[in-house]
């Protein structure tokens, strides 16, 4: 009997393939038409949420006008009540005029009839006043209420005008942002340049010592250069140097134009280790002292005060992190720097 399962099973045909692909097929398809209902429906909420702002845009215009609308209809119903109150007493002073001309009219034939006529002629010439005041209090509130009308237009117009120059005044403030952005980045190029040659020509000047060297837009000198351990006293050596540095100074401020306000920085490093002689009490007061005496000695030699500039840092920038003695004599140094003030 198993022979014969076997059999009939090897013989039948075998569907589970066919049902496998039919359903994969039926599954890319549900996740197609999801991924294109998805994208369809980012679309639309992208669109939905322009509308939205739009939307909200004309609602907020349409509460103004209603606003002024609003107060159009009140301003009118108070001007159509008191016309309503004037017509009133308009018919009222008629109906009297009315009941008097009617008594005249009765007592045209008594003795004292004239008497009474005149009286009754005197009434009705008040209430024709009455009357005709009515009537130019309507005519002025008529005016009144065109009067408003222009005032309302003429406040639209104002706002438009308004904000058509605010948008005017936008884009010119854009463009002028603009071009002092320009402006701005051709100065900083035109002092890079005039920095690139001063560095050039006191590379050329002070040649290719050891103790003097470039970092980035810095000219590093070692303090020994200049100073002796401790001291903030210029050395012959240095004011040798600085000798050099001045003429470039000099002749660099007579080419660099005088609406680029540029200043050299001398700026004055020591080591970590700390320092308490009569002079100096910790190093802020010796690094910048060195960086005086540098600043002055430049000065005496014709450079203008007003280009240069004295900062003292301390131990608080060093080039060198490690405990030696050669961090230690990395890390005390002047150094130059060209800037804008």
Known sequence: ????????????????????????????SIVFLLTVFLVVQFFLSQEVTGKDKALEQLNAKIAQLNDLLSLEKLAKINLDDQVAQLRAGLASAEGERDRVKGLYEGLAGAGDAQGRANELNKALDSEKQVTSRALAQI???NQQISALRRQLAALEEALEASEKRDKESQGRIADLGQRLNVALA??????????????????AILGNRPDIRIVGDRFVFQSE???????????????AELDKLAGALIEL??????????????????DVRPINS?????????????????????????VPSQRLVAAGF??????????????????RRIELKLTER
């Open 1 to 28: 009997m198993a022979l014969a399962r076997a059999r009939r099973s090897e013989s039948g045909l075998n569907y589970w393939p066919g049902f496998v692909d039919a359903l994969s097929t039926l599954v890319l």
């Open 139 to 141: 005519e002025v509130l």
């Open 186 to 203: 051709q100065r900083v190029q035109e002092l890079s340049r005039y920095r690139s040659e001063f560095f050039g020509r006191l590379r």
């Open 225 to 239: 250069v200049f100073f002796d351990t401790g001291q903030a006293l210029l050395l012959p050596e240095g004011r």
């Open 253 to 270: 401020d007579r080419q660099i134009p005088t609406e680029i306000a540029w200043v050299l920085r001398v700026d004055g490093h020591t």
């Open 278 to 302: 009569p002079l100096f009490k910790s190093n802020w007061e010796l690094s910048s002292a060195r960086a005086i005496s540098v600043v002055q000695y430049l000065i005496s030699l014709g």
């Open 314 to 331: 301390a131990e608080f920038q060093p080039l060198d992190t490690a405990p030696t003695e050669e961090a230690y004599k990395r890390n």
